[in-house]
DNA sequence: AATATTTGAATGAACGTTCAAACATGAAGG
DNA sequence: CCTTCATGTTTGAACGTTCATTCAAATATT
């Protein structure tokens, strides 16, 4: 999933803890594993890394980049009747081929969520997500009485909330729920350009 | 937030653990303060539990349900004008109210699926929730050519995806995201019922 | 008296971190 | 071109701690 040259030690150890926390997790996985899935010597992670939390900091930063990247995507979609549908394909086929990327994900936020300064780091991480959200919007050219701050969270909402549901549930029909949801935010539009 | 006959010691022992879950997360949580939360000697715990992991699964049932029979409330709230409004605070509230119940609810959710029998118990235990949104949504009758399944799907992601706004982000407007999402819901339906 | 419950010390395994030593790199000096 | 030396990187064993689980003994209940 991710590449880089090799000669960066950094980058080898966060991709070798992506790869062992998206599959055991952030407790079981031991800075060994991570070790071992990086090839290098145990004692080296702590060279880069003051401290595993330190570790699954800048991986939580760089997951939630990421996923704001892919989001990003929404930006080369043409603006068009079938927009909002094809704008919500993309996460729809994110959460499809890489689901255990959005279980890190909800893991890393759920764990970060119980202290102080992971409060503050998603906080920071997540302010990104909710901009971009806000900005590829504005491509819809709404009256100014609605809120967009409100409908951008829940489109945000609604991402999270499937990808959930299609973790969990292997009978989630991701089409009929996309579709469906694709078809009221085009009703809503309809309604409130008029 | 949960009362029981002293005498009960299993579900005293669950009660401890839940508080020092949602405290301090079911990694850092040991047996040990499990224990000495409830009043109870260590080894008192793998006498009722097999194992920790036994115990994070009882506890993760009893928090599901819990979660549904304060959605069931929905039922009580009579069919009107602003009854998706209405039925859309018992959420609202719940999240507020409650904001550490979500985050410990989020945690077990993402360590339950990195193991097979976590993704089995969970399928189970949201079963239940899933059913019931359809049943409420049996009271708006919509004519029959929308997709009761994925309205339903669309409500409970708003619901779990509003639920992590909330505490990650301090600025979030409750009152604004719920009453956007009830507007366009209730013109989807106003639309939908013609 | 027999069974069920409770205790808390003991056990052994696993973990994150530290550290002294080894190794690599490259600039400075002869 | 080779040596020296300082700096940056890598190693893996050692350390100290923590943890879930076990169990023989104690206590309560029937």
Sequence with gaps: MIRRADGDTKAKIIDAAYKVL????HDK???KEIAKEAGVAQGLINYYFPSKEDLLFELFQMETSRYCDEMMKIDGIPL?????????????????SHPEWHRLRFELFAIGLRSERGCQEIAKCLQAGREQAVHSMSKLSLGDHINKDAVSSILLAVLDGFALQAMSNP??????????????LEIYVAVKSK
Tied chains: 1, 2.
């Design 171 to 184: 009978d989630f029909d991701r089409e009929a729920a996309y579709g469906t949801f694709a078809e009221i």
């Design 29 to 31: 996985a031991s800075m």
């Design 22 to 25: 998206a599959d055991i997790g």
């Design 80 to 96: 068009s009747e079938t927009f909002i549908r094809d704008a919500l394909k993309i996460p729809m086929e994110l959460v499809q």
